[in-house]
């Protein structure tokens, strides 16, 4: 496993302070750069060392971890120094696009880096915890290379891929999952609140449910990958029902009912293309690209 002893943190908002905080507590040297300067913060008494310039900030280090508004600003900062990027490896853990990392992972072998592209699912709080997950695509070898360094960020970081945009699939598509539950969590929340009863005395309730959904998950994820969408659990003519009095309690409450409306439309369409006896996992239909 590798075992990088040099790093350079570019970008000190909330997030990057928390990645270069990592790296000086699992012993690492640790260069830090803002482009703003003034937002180290109490790092270098902490031992990092602030960086007077973009150049020094790159030569200081055979590690290089960029974390900032966006890979336009990536780009922006690091085109002026390119030539001094060989030989060094580039994490890149800004948000983007897979389009955008695949971009930069050819912008820096171009210019003789190594490359990663990461996707840090976890607040600035969580960073450095053994159960934060962090996503890599990219050349196995370079994960291998620092994977020790990179797992100070969390120790669930996993390498996912040789293609460097998948990290940032997994990335849209998890918080995708998360504003999913979130809005259901938050239409149930004012349902009962409309009848008086708090958020967190249904707390309990709906967290153990969402365990319960994620062994759902499973067999939906069986089905999509196989295309045997027979109903071995529940039937898309079964779910209508229960769909439906969603919508009529929400309505009786005067609560937005717009979330189970848009539900059993999708549920209501499959059923009218003859699928009434498959499982959820039919409703893949509507979400896959259609055809030219």
Same mark, same amino acid.
């Given at each position: 496993m590798g075992d990088t002893r040099?790093?350079?943190?570019? &970008?000190? %908002?909330?997030? &990057?302070?928390?990645?270069?905080? /990592?790296? @000086?507590? +699992? *012993?690492?040297?640790?260069?830090?750069?803002?482009?703003?300067? +003034?937002? /180290?913060?109490? @790092?270098?008494?902490? &031992?990092?060392? $602030?960086? !007077? *310039?973009?150049?020094?900030?790159? $030569?200081?280090?055979?590690?290089?971890?960029?974390?900032?508004?966006?890979?336009? !600003?990536?780009?922006?900062?690091?085109?002026?120094?390119?030539?001094a990027l060989a030989g060094r490896t580039l994490v890149n853990l800004t948000s983007g696009s897979s389009a955008e990392a695949r971009e930069m992972a050819a912008w820096a072998a171009g210019h003789g880096a190594a490359y990663l592209d990461g996707a840090i699912m976890m607040t600035p709080p969580g960073i450095g915890q053994p159960d934060t997950v962090l996503l890599y695509g990219g050349p196995a070898d370079v994960f291998a290379a620092h994977a020790d360094t990179l797992r100070l960020l969390g120790g669930a970081t996993t390498h996912l891929s040789e293609d460097t +945009?998948?990290?940032? @699939?997994?990335?849209?598509?998890? @918080? &995708?999952?998360?504003? %999913?539950?979130?809005? +259901?969590?938050?239409?149930?929340? /004012?349902l009962l609140a409309a009848d008086g009863v708090p958020a967190r005395d249904f707390l309990p309730f709906a967290t153990s449910w969402l365990g319960a959904i994620g062994v759902f998950s499973g067999v939906v994820a069986d089905q999509v990958d196989s295309g045997d969408f027979a109903a071995v659990d529940a039937s898309l003519a079964s779910h209508l029902p229960p769909i439906e009095h969603l919508i009529d309690e929400s309505r009786a409450r005067g609560v937005d009912a717009a979330l189970p409306?848009?539900?059993? *439309?999708?549920?209501?369409?499959?059923?009218?293309? %003859?699928?009434?006896?498959? %499982?959820?996992?039919?409703?893949?239909?509507?979400?896959?690209?259609k055809a030219a």
């Open positions: 040099t790093v350079t943190v570019f &970008g000190l %908002g909330l997030m &990057g302070q928390a990645l270069a905080g /990592a790296m @000086l507590a +699992g *012993g690492r040297v640790t260069t830090v750069w803002n482009r703003t300067p +003034g937002r /180290a913060g109490d @790092l270098p008494e902490r &031992g990092a060392k $602030e960086a !007077a *310039g973009v150049r020094d900030a790159v $030569e200081a280090s055979d590690l290089l971890i960029v974390c900032v508004r966006d890979y336009h !600003a990536v780009r922006e900062f690091l085109d002026p120094v390119a030539d +945009g998948l990290a940032s @699939l997994y990335d849209v598509a998890l @918080l &995708g999952i998360m504003w %999913g539950s979130l809005n +259901g969590f938050v239409h149930a929340a /004012a409306e848009f539900t059993r *439309g999708l549920v209501a369409a499959a059923i009218a293309r %003859g699928h009434e006896g498959d %499982g959820y996992a039919r409703l893949i239909d509507h979400f896959r690209p």
